[in-house]
């Protein structure tokens, strides 16, 4: 048994038996249809991560986004007044991440790509877009560039779900989806 | 042999027991369970916390109570407890001396100096980090000495392991090939060396660096040499949980594995690939590619998952093949139905099987996909999941083990055996019930890590559903049952310690604890031409692989309504 050496001396040559060796083709067979599911849906999939990627100091990275924010700003929100920032369909947009803010305020037309621009200034956030619930980890050092395409209309709030410090919780931004009509 | 070794005869099992086998695994399993307490406490305030209603602690104390719980129960709790099981495994299923029992007392001190000092600056507020410590965030330079320190005695208790296991076969002390048991702790131990160096390396740069001695610690390199410690310590984890399955299985039902060749094979996997599937926590980072992504979580992790998905099958197989044997062989499921329910050790043992696969399992594989984690990413369905493998099976497997090694080892009786009889039960369904809980809340983007689902400190108001604030709440009363099936372990295993009845020769003949034949195995195939019934077996895995194929393609289609993205 299990506790004892095994009875027979030779036990790997032992028989199999039917059931076990069953269960072990249909359990690799699994293992290969999850790994075929990865891949396909990497060709007919709508949602798949970029694996585009650049080493950046945040100083740059804020520098860039600052300018972003000062030519497309098309009002001031909230008691802090975060600019909310409107750049033309499919361009580049920046958001930064830094304890505890994403900024800006981003506003995206419904259909149209982006090609997003995400970096922290500080620590690691992460970047958790609500109620679509797409969740990505943001490091500082690292600028991370994915192309969305939003595809319904609303209010959505990045929420911030990597620990970063005792006022993580507070730590929120958002991103508005228009029709591209007005 | 050069001294002599003081041993005595175990009158169940027949098995030569060395002092000093018996002295370090009731120290190690002593101090397993007092961290278990502690940490335990900390994850129920935690869980009150996080119940919206309730919103216990500040957010300080929460964020460190959090870092506090991950530390003492996924690190010293369990590795502790897993020493000790080294030592059994070794030492005692081997009728062998410790060797050098001098340095596995030095391990022993030096894992318990670091788990007080890595609490110590935790509850002295400036290492709220959380256990993964992720840089460039910063704790106090002695809670990374502490967790070094603390992985030093680890790698010398492994050693100590190894060094056992080869003197015994020197002294041939056991004969033929290691148990099934001892085989399982063997890849513990391998994959523990593994561990623990990638602990250093990426802990020791992180300590100098905390002194201002290293100037910076890239943050993604840190991830992912610390995930080859964090995951890699997770198959640790089901190496020995499903070692001592089968150990259970065989002292209670005298339950043989259906074939070593198959067991084995299914632990081996586990060495040779789950190293590599510490990728599944990097899958949604920058700058790492698709490609390596694939292939880390494929085809290293399927092949390991091959391993679990086997013992699955093997586990239950050999009990319903003993209980068949000994004459409950009617219809499907009479070997289950009149299996020792009672008996804390086998419900413990069958349940952590269950809750393993089926919530444990099936989450894990399904959020190390490539596209679905990024639905799952740092919401609290990770805590939901790992709750499931860590808690419901880990734990719960340890917690039943113990009812095995406090007369076995300890020589003490179980005292308040109705109440011991109930634990399982209530730990394992709050352990249940909190992992779907969380997974649900993830599941509708809830975060983890985060003191305040209300949002009521944000400058900016953020919309949550309100099933989100019952599932927390649902979380919360979950915790408070695991946290009573806890305290009643925690409880009955100190006062059986304390005042259990000694069990001398004449107590272990009228009240064994090892069952029918002191242990022998009952049935034996794999050796026989004759095939097991295993009717049972064959449901369960077929409901486990139903169940496992929609919820993984429910996912799909929950990705499929997010955002496009390329
Ligand atoms: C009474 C039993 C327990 C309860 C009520 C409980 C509850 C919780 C809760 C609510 C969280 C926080 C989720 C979050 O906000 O992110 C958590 C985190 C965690 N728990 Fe438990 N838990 C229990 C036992 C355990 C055990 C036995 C282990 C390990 C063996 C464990 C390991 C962890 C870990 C590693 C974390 C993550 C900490 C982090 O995010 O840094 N828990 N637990
Ligand atoms: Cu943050
Ligand atoms: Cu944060």
Known sequence: MALTSPEKRIWWNEPLSKIELTWIVIAFLWGLTMFGTMVYWHFTGEQNLSNEAYRIRPEVFAERTEAQAEKYKVREEGDTGIPVVKPPAGSDVYMLARRYEFWPILELEKDKQYRLHLSSMDVQHGFSLQPTNINLQIHPGYEMVLTVKPNKTGEYSVVCNEYCGVAHHAMVGRIYVVDSKK | ?566
């Not at chain 2, 030093?152 to 080869?166: C, D, E, P, Y």
């Not at chain 2, 063997?186 to 100037?215: E, K, M, N, Q, R």
């Not at chain 2, 406090?406 to 992992?435: C, D, H, N, T």
């Not at chain 2, 449901?539 to 429910?554: A, C, I």
């Open chain 2, 1 to 566: 042999m050069a001294k002599d070794f003081k041993f005595r005869t175990c009158p169940e099992t027949g098995l030569k027991v060395h002092s000093q086998a018996d002295a370090l695994i009731k120290a190690n399993a002593v101090v397993a369970v007092v961290f278990l307490a502690i940490g335990g406490l900390f994850g129920l305030l935690v869980a009150l916390t996080r119940w919206p209603a309730v919103h216990m602690l500040d957010a300080e104390l929460f964020y460190l109570a959090l870092t506090a719980h991950g530390a003492d129960v996924l690190v010293f709790w369990i590795i502790f407890f897993e020493v000790a099981v080294l030592y059994f495994a070794s030492a005692i299923l081997l009728n062998a001396r410790i060797v050098l029992p001098k340095i596995a007392w030095l391990g022993f001190i030096l894992m318990l100096v670091g788990a007080l000092m890595a609490n110590v600056a935790v509850l002295q507020g400036e290492s709220s980090v959380m256990f993964t410590s992720y840089v460039p965030m910063k704790a106090a330079p002695h809670f990374y000495l502490g967790l070094i320190l603390f992985a030093v005695g680890a790698l010398l208790a492994v050693g100590i392991f190894f060094g056992t296991i080869l003197t015994a076969k020197k002294e041939k002390t056991y004969e033929g090939s290691l148990p099934l048991v001892t085989f399982g702790a063997l890849t513990a131990a391998i994959i523990a060396v593994y561990t623990i160096l990638s602990g250093a390396i990426i802990l020791v740069p992180t300590f100098l660096w905390s002194l201002d001695l290293i100037p910076h610690i890239d943050s993604l390199t840190y991830k992912l040499i610390w995930w080859g410690f964090g995951h890699s310590s997770q198959q640790i984890n089901v190496a020995t949980h499903v070692s001592i399955w089968y150990a259970t299985a065989a002292l209670l039902l005298g339950a043989k594995p259906l074939s070593e060749k198959v067991s084995r094979g299914a632990f081996l996997l586990y060495i040779l690939f789950l190293q590599l599937a510490s990728a599944h926590h990097l899958l949604v980072e920058p700058g790492v590619s698709s490609s390596w992504k694939i292939f880390n979580t494929s085809y290293a992790l399927y092949l390991a998952v091959l391993g679990s998905l086997i013992h699955g099958l093997s586990v239950p197989g050999a009990i319903e093949a003993a209980q068949r044997k000994r004459g409950f062989n009617k219809g499907v499921f009479e070997w289950l139905r009149k299996a020792p329910w009672g008996n804390p050790a086998f419900s413990s043992m069958f349940l952590s099987l269950v809750l393993f696969g089926f919530l444990g399992g099936i989450s894990g594989v399904t959020m190390g996909n490539e596209q679905i984690n990024l639905i799952i990413h740092n919401t609290i369905y990770v805590p939901g999941h790992f709750h499931a493998t860590v808690v419901a099976g880990t734990t719960l497997a340890f917690m039943g083990i113990t009812y095995l090694v406090v007369p076995l080892i300890f020589q003490r009786e179980i005292v308040m055996k109705g109440l011991a009889r109930w634990q399982p039960y209530l730990f394992g369904l709050g352990a249940a019930g909190i992992s779907l809980f969380m997974m649900g809340a993830g599941t509708i983007g809830i975060a983890r890590r985060h003191w305040d689902i209300t949002f009521s400190d944000a400058p900016l108001t953020v919309d949550v559903p309100g099933t989100a604030f019952m599932m927390m709440g649902l979380n919360g009363v979950f915790a408070i049952m695991a946290t009573i099936g806890g305290a009643i372990y925690v409880v009955v295993v100190v006062a059986s310690i304390l005042f259990g009845a000694k069990r001398d020769e004449a107590a272990c003949k009228a009240n064994p604890v090892v069952t029918a034949g002191g242990g022998e195995a009952v049935a034996s195939y794999g050796a026989e031409e004759e095939h097991p019934n295993l009717s049972g077996t064959i449901v369960l895995v077929t409901l486990l692989f139903v169940t496992f194929v929609l919820y993984y393609y429910v996912n799909w289609k929950f990705l499929s309504e997010v955002w496009p993205l390329s």
